[in-house]
C-alpha cells in the first residue's frame, strides 16, 4: 500500500524556522520526483517546491523561493522541506505528493499543518 | 508562470445531472493537465491526467477533453460522492500551477 506521511508542523512565531518531513513507503520512492503543495485554510492548492528522483533538478514557487529548501534522503525514502523566515502567509496545510517524472503528481500524503503566528 | 482560470468557481446541481468545469490556461500546455477531486478535510485525488486518461478506479461517469488551451472536466451522471471541489492542475513546465478550484454542491 502506497503511503506518504508528512510531520514536523506545528505553531510558529513569524520569522520561525520548521522542518517538514514526509516518509514514503510501499513503493520505489528514487524512481518519483516529490513534491510539496500547500492549502490555506478556506483557499485553493498551491505547488511549493519539486524535487527530481536524483536530486538533480529542483524548482520553487516564487513566493518560497530563498526561505524554503526541499531536499530528499533516497535510502532513507525521505523528503523534507526546510522552511525558514515564516511568515504569517505561509499558513497552510502542507502535503507531500509523488509523480513520474512528465507525469502529475498522483499520490498525496493527508498533510501536515504548519501555523505561523505570534 | 502559466496561469489556470476556473469556470464556475462554484456549481449547484442535483444527483443525475451532467455537469462541466472548465480549465483555461495563459498559454499552450500541451497535453499536460490533470484534473483533482478534493473532499472536505482529505487530500486531493487523481482523477484524469493527460486531458483525459481516467487515473484507475475513477468512475466512467467521469470524462475529461480539450485541447492548447482549453479543457473540460465533465461528471455525466452526478453520485452523491461526486460533491466534492476539484481542481485543474498543468504540469507541462514548472512552476506547477493549480486552478482556483470549482465547488460543486447539492441543489
Known amino acids: 500500500e502506497v503511503q506518504l506521511v508528512e510531520s514536523g508542523g506545528g505553531l510558529v512565531k513569524p520569522g520561525g524556522s520548521l522542518r517538514l518531513s514526509c516518509a514514503a513507503s510501499?513503493?520505489?520512492?528514487?524512481?518519483?520526483?516529490m513534491n510539496w503543495v500547500r492549502q490555506a485554510p478556506g483557499k485553493g492548492l498551491e505547488w511549493v517546491s519539486s524535487i527530481t528522483t536524483s536530486s538533480n533538478y529542483i524548482y520553487y514557487a516564487d513566493s518560497v523561493k530563498g526561505r524554503f529548501s526541499i531536499s530528499r534522503d533516497n535510502a532513507k525514502n525521505s523528503v523534507y522541506l526546510q522552511m525558514n523566515s515564516l511568515r504569517a502567509e505561509d499558513t497552510a496545510v502542507y502535503y507531500c505528493?509523488?509523480?513520474?517524472?512528465?507525469?502529475?503528481?498522483?499520490?498525496w500524503g493527508q498533510g501536515t499543518l504548519v501555523t505561523v503566528s505570534s | 508562470a502559466i496561469q489556470l482560470t476556473q469556470s464556475p468557481s462554484s456549481l449547484s446541481a442535483s444527483v443525475g445531472d451532467r455537469v462541466t468545469i472548465t480549465c483555461r490556461a495563459s498559454q499552450g500546455i500541451s497535453s499536460a493537465l490533470a484534473w483533482y477531486q478534493q473532499k472536505p478535510g482529505k487530500a486531493p485525488k487523481l482523477l484524469i491526467y493527460d486531458v483525459s486518461t481516467l487515473e484507475s478506479g475513477v468512475p466512467s461517469r467521469f470524462s475529461g477533453s480539450g485541447s492548447g488551451t482549453d479543457f473540460t472536466l465533465t461528471i455525466s451522471s452526478l453520485q452523491p460522492e461526486d460533491f466534492a471541489t476539484y481542481y485543474c492542475?498543468?504540469?507541462?513546465?514548472?512552476?506547477?500551477?493549480f486552478g482556483q478550484g470549482t465547488k460543486l454542491e447539492i441543489k
Open positions: 505528493a509523488r509523480g513520474l517524472v512528465d507525469d502529475p503528481i498522483d499520490f
Open positions: 492542475q498543468q504540469f507541462n513546465s514548472y512552476p506547477y500551477t
Open positions: 510501499g513503493f520505489t520512492f528514487s524512481s518519483y520526483n
